[in-house]
């Protein structure tokens, strides 16, 4: 697919991972949405930085937990652009908790998060991928961020980690179920962003990354680029592309120092 002049909506991209992924597309030279829950001053100033690359942005709030505001958010989508060619389900909470504390409501949080409003969102993204791509025209795209508590068993991240490996199913499924007219893949990061309270030129953060094959951590322009690879190649979908410097090789044993905390 021709970037240019497509219209892309990243969901949690005021800040980090979720902005790094639009702009990534803004400077292929799509226009782009900008998603967000809570962030709004951070979600007015990416919109001003990726209009500054010549391109149309904006920024739209809905509360993904929920099923009315979600609907609301493709709405406003449809009058603004009245179309979408991209969609990212980036948005996301990432809880540890122990095993005997979750409650259902700890349960249910994230899974609407992570794992509902990404299904909610294709089912409404889609409606308006379809309307535009008409049989034969190039095909939409949905790219789900998972992790790699999507493929190893991490202790401590129930919910968050059969929410993402539901996340990875749902994409081969949509897969099969949406083509020809709409394509879906998956990304995985690992480390590219330290977790909230670590900084990139900590001990800790160095570390990390001395211990995956590559010798270091990464950064989130190399998922822009992954994001920005499968949106160009029509020939790829049902897949997953691991952005983790080769982690998933270490196994679920293997803990980053940090994340625990
Ligand atoms: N950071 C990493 O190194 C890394 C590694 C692997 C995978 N990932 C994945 O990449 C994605 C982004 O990661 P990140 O670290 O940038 O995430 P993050 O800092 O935790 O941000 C999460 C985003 O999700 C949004 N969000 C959460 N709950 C929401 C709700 N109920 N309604 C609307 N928006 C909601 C937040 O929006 P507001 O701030 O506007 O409320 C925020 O933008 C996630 O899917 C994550 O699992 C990240």
Request: net charge negative; charged share 20%.
């Amino acid at each position: 697919m021709q970037l240019k002049d497509r219209v892309a909506l990243v969901t949690g991209a005021a800040h980090r991972l979720g902005k790094s992924v639009a702009t990534a597309l803004a400077e292929q030279g799509c226009h782009l949405v900008v998603h967000y829950g809570s962030s709004e001053e951070q979600a007015a100033q990416t919109v001003e930085e990726l209009s500054n690359l010549g391109i149309e942005a904006v920024a739209l709030s809905a509360d993904l937990s929920l099923e009315q505001e979600i609907e609301g958010l493709f709405d406003r989508i449809d009058s603004h652009f009245g179309r979408l060619d991209i969609l990212v389900n980036s948005a996301a909470s990432f809880e540890r908790q122990a095993f005997e504390s979750v409650a259902a409501s700890d349960w249910d949080r994230v899974m609407a998060v992570n794992l509902r409003a990404a299904f909610l969102c294709s089912r409404q993204g889609v409606r308006l991928m379809e309307a535009d791509h008409p049989t034969g025209g190039p095909p939409g795209l949905i790219l789900n961020i998972v992790d790699l508590s999507a493929v190893l068993a991490w202790p401590g991240y129930i919910q968050h980690g059969v929410s993402k490996a539901g996340l990875l199913h749902l994409t081969r499924i949509m897969a099969r179920e949406l083509g020809p007219e709409v394509r879906v893949n998956a990304v995985l990061p690992g480390a590219v962003l330290p977790p909230p309270g670590m900084t990139t030129d900590s001990t800790e953060w160095r570390r990390m990354g001395e211990r995956l094959p590559v010798g270091r951590t990464g950064e989130p322009a190399q998922v822009g680029l992954t994001v920005v690879f499968l949106a160009e190649n029509d020939f790829i979908t049902g897949e997953v592309i691991y952005v983790d410097g080769g982690e998933h090789l270490l196994g679920a044993g293997h803990r980053r120092p940090g994340a625990e905390s």
